[in-house]
C-alpha cells in the first residue's frame, strides 16, 4: 500500500517518518515526497594504472567502500552549479536526512523526477530500497544519459520518495553494508 500525501504529512506529524530538514508544502505530490541535493559529491574519474582492468566485488578482501574511495573524488557543487557531462555517473546525497523507524512499518522507494529523467537524468541506478530502520541522507547514483551537460544545483529537487506501508514489522532494522555511507568522505552514520 502506497501512501498519499496525506498519509505521509501525518506520519511525519506523528514521528513514523523523520525528515529533516522538514519538507516544504511545494514538496508532496499525490503519493510522493520531492527531495533536494545536497553540495558533497563524489566524482568518478578516469582508472589509473594503479588500479586493474576489472573489479572483482566477490573477491575474499574486496572492499566496495575502498573501491569507491579510490575510484572517486569528494567534490562540492558550487554556487554557480556543477555540470554534469554526459555518460558521467557522481554519488550525491539528498539534503535531507530520513528516518524511517523500524516499528512504524514503512519503507520507501527512491525514484527519479520525470521531468529530470525526460533530459537523461538518472538518479539510481538499480537501488531504490529504503529500508525500515534507514536514517540518515539517501545516496544517489547519478548519471547523464542525455546528449547535452545538465547543470545540478544546491537544492534542486533531485528524487521522490514513494511510501510503502510493510506487512508486519521488520525484525531488525537496515543494517546493509552502506549502513554507514559516507557523503564526500563524511560519516552519515
Known amino acids: 500500500m502506497i501512501l498519499t500525501d496525506r498519509e505521509i504529512r501525518i506520519s511525519i506529524e506523528r514521528g513514523l517518518i523523520e525528515v529533516n530538514p522538514s519538507p516544504a508544502p511545494s514538496a508532496y505530490s499525490s503519493t510522493a515526497l520531492d527531495l533536494t541535493l545536497d553540495a558533497p559529491f563524489r566524482s568518478y574519474r578516469a582508472p589509473s594504472q594503479s588500479i586493474g582492468q576489472y573489479l572483482d566485488p566477490f573477491a575474499d578482501g574486496f572492499s566496495i567502500s575502498e573501491a569507491i574511495d579510490t575510484l572517486t573524488t569528494a567534490e562540492t557543487i558550487s554556487l554557480q552549479g556543477y555540470d554534469l557531462t554526459p555518460n558521467h555517473l557522481i554519488l550525491a546525497w539528498t539534503k535531507e536526512r530520513i528516518n524511517l523507524r523500524t516499528e512504524a512499518r514503512i519503507a520507501a522507494r527512491v525514484e527519479g523526477k520525470s521531468s529530470l529523467a525526460r533530459l537523461g537524468l538518472l538518479v539510481h541506478l538499480t537501488a531504490p530500497t529504503i529500508h525500515a530502520g534507514f536514517a540518515r541522507p539517501i545516496q544517489l547514483e547519478i548519471i547523464n544519459m542525455g546528449k547535452l551537460p545538465i547543470r545540478l544545483r544546491v537544492g ?25 555511507q559516507s557523503a564526500a568522505g563524511i560519516t552519515q552514520g
Open 156 to 180: 534542486m529537487p533531485i528524487c521522490q520518495l514513494i511510501f510503502e506501508q510493510t506487512v508486519g514489522v521488520a525484525e531488525k532494522g537496515y543494517s546493509g553494508r552502506f549502513a554507514h
